[in-house]
């Protein structure tokens, strides 16, 4: 698990900074005149017959619909957030704990519709990657776990459990002020659960299970209701807290809120592992869309510099014509969620261990051991990955494609274009993530234009 983790990560940064060199010349290419451009009816040795034409200013070159990951600026308000948060959950983890589980509720609502847009597709991994959610499963392990001890809210919830029982003792004792003391008979198991002692009255059994009562001593005759009233009173000041009384208490229902929260982390997490795994079994590199405005009005086919030929697939609501090309980044992605995740949920496990097992008063130089180190650190390196990546991912082209490009169009006539690609910028990863996450809303996000 270590070395694939290493792998995946070392892959990650590769794909982040690698640059390709080019052809710089169309004539470095071998193209047969006679060679078909995709059923176009459109042949080489008719497009350069004639001059090529050249585009003034570079295009940019984004990614379609779930091919970008969560936009940089996102992911740094996302780390610059988080980083004074799990200082104070160190220190005082009672004043974030609110805010830990609306940020664990938002990436969960945005995860699960990621997924439910992109089905899971592997040339959208980017997009649906579950990561984000490591850190979310420490902080609400910690809420739940941390509240139940510092409020005791096991034994709490287990007394009140039994306050039916305890509501029939005390209407039993409320019957016995207004009855007469010498005609009545008393369940002495009754009295000595609500008094915790008989020493003040003598009894003989009249029927199995049944005694009557006599009062002795200093409560005899007379004394006996006084007596009663005092024990009842003493009682009543001293009764445990029912289950209404429990459920009132805000901290039960937080701590349930924390356990149904983590416990959809979870359920997540492992829904995008084995969607991952089952997509990492391809041994190819899923094909990924790719969009430019040069590729529209009417173009047919993208030459670049590599001598590589390209299918463009019009998109006219859009304004734009798209390429298909090998999705490395995704596949390296593939490969980083398993690992991440696989590693995240053993951090998981060993940080629920340590909050169950560890004693409260543990230190570390002066630290308290008490915490979900390992979710909290992997977390927050989770998110610098992504950051970087974010960053590198909008200022370079994608694998497989070169910045001189060759167009080749078809209105009326061939023609060919030549021009330069560059990297959308961050524009281009907010529309690519963002088109992915809401893909599935269909008018609703994209309007009249549809998808």
Known sequence: MANKLILATFALFSLCFLQYS??????????????EIFASNVTWGEVLNHTILQINRPSYLRPDIGGALMPWVYTAVVIIVHIPVVVIRVVRWE???TWCMAATLLTIIVTVQAYVSTKFQAEKI??????????????MAQVMFLLVEDKRLPNRFAKALFASKKAKDHALLNRMRSSDPHAGSYSLGVLRGAFRTDSFLE???????????????PTKHDNFDVGISEMVDRTEDHREPNLQDALKDSNIWIAVVALMLLIAVVVVQIL?????????RASDEPMVSWCSPIFQPFGIAVLDGNCNLYCVEQSFNKGIGCIQL???????????????????LIFEAIDIGMLALVHGSARWRGVKMRRPWFTMFGGLAVLGVILICGINHVSSLPTGITERVW??????GPAIYTGVL????????IRGWSDGVFESWHKLYFGGAGS
Not at 203 to 217: D, F, I, N, S
Request: aromatic fraction near 4%.
């Open 22 to 35: 080019s052809a710089s010349s169309l004539d470095l290419c071998p193209l047969n005149a006679t060679d």
């Open 95 to 97: 004043a974030v704990q």
């Open 126 to 139: 980017l997009t649906w990657t579950p990561l984000l959610l490591i850190i979310d499963a420490g902080s």
């Open 203 to 217: 009894g003989h059994v009249v029927e199995e299970g049944r005694y009557e009562l006599e009062p002795v001593g």
């Open 272 to 280: 995008g592992l084995a969607r991952a795994v089952s997509a990492n």
């Open 326 to 344: 090998p999705g490395v980044r995704q596949k390296a992605w593939l490969k980083a969620t398993v690992a991440g995740i696989s590693l995240g």
């Open 407 to 412: 167009v080749v169009t078809k209105a009326g």
């Open 422 to 429: 560059e990297s959308s910028g961050l524009r281009g990863a």
